[in-house]
């Protein structure tokens, strides 16, 4: 658990940095496999990818300051320095989310069918993004005794912050998911042909998953009870669900 991968000289290159690299190139290679599920063209498949990491980390990005504004009210230079981390998954995942969507229809293209194709790419580069944030030391779990305890280095922000306490690598169990649902999406890509299925998992899986991963935070802050991110998955589930349905009844009048 340290930020700093390599310093050469007063540069200093951070984990937190390359995992995101790691993800946007391992992203690439997931969607150029399966772009065929969605009549891409390679051109489209660079364009699309190229769009939705601009969006996707500008949206993060958005977000996060405007959550903890108060880190960048007197230093706000700060705020573009995204290598030391600070993004925030829904708010990226909403940008690039109408991004994908204003670019398919512009290139006529099925949205559905490309945020389907979508979904194990943004599983598999949120996995290498979580990555970095346990190297990095931000988004951290709570203080545990269990023997999944690990200790921030002696004298990192991080030590300081939680008393040097074992805490439990959420950031590490968040990845492992989203690595197993990178691997559900890519197989079902290859079993159902109703568009819309999988881009609802998505919502459904993550939803879920993200509500219980909040509760092994330990630098949450609370709205009413839960954090927002709990309260977005709350949205999302419900919302996953009824695309479903509305996907699947789509299907059957179209047999009719």
Not at 62 to 77: A, M, S
Not at 176 to 182: R, T
Not at 230 to 256: D, H, M, S, V, Y
Request: aromatic fraction near 12%.
């Amino acid at each position: 658990m340290h930020p700093i991968a390599l310093e050469i000289g007063s540069l200093s290159i951070r984990w937190y940095g390359v995992m995101a690299a790691i993800g946007f190139l391992v992203g690439t290679w997931v969607l150029e496999k399966n772009r065929k599920f969605a009549n891409m063209d390679k051109d489209q498949c660079s364009a699309l990818l190229i769009i939705a990491l601009i969006c996707g980390i500008l949206g993060a990005r958005i977000f996060y300051v405007v959550q903890f504004f108060d880190h960048y009210r007197y230093n706000l230079v700060n705020i573009i320095r995204i290598d030391q981390g600070g993004l925030v998954f829904y708010g990226g995942f909403i940008l690039a989310l109408a991004a994908v969507i204003i670019y398919s229809v512009k290139q006529k293209l099925d949205p559905i069918r490309v945020l389907d194709v979508m979904a194990p790419v943004m599983a598999a580069a949120h996995a290498f993004g979580r990555i970095g944030c346990y190297l990095n030391g931000c988004c951290y779990g709570k203080v545990t005794e269990s023997i999944f305890g690990v200790t921030p280095p002696a004298g990192s922000e991080l030590a300081l912050r939680t008393g040097g306490m074992p805490l439990f690598p959420v950031q590490l169990l968040e990845a492992g998911e989203n690595f197993l649902l990178c691997a559900l999406y890519w197989y079902l890509l290859r079993r159902i042909k109703r568009p819309g299925i999988i881009m609802s998992l998505f919502f459904i899986n993550y939803g879920a998953l993200r509500f219980l991963n909040e509760m092994l935070r330990g630098d949450n802050v609370l709205y009413w009870k839960f954090t927002l991110a709990q309260w977005i998955g709350l949205c999302l589930i419900p919302a996953g669900i009824g695309l479903i349905i509305l996907f699947t009844r789509i299907k059957r009048n179209e047999k009719n």
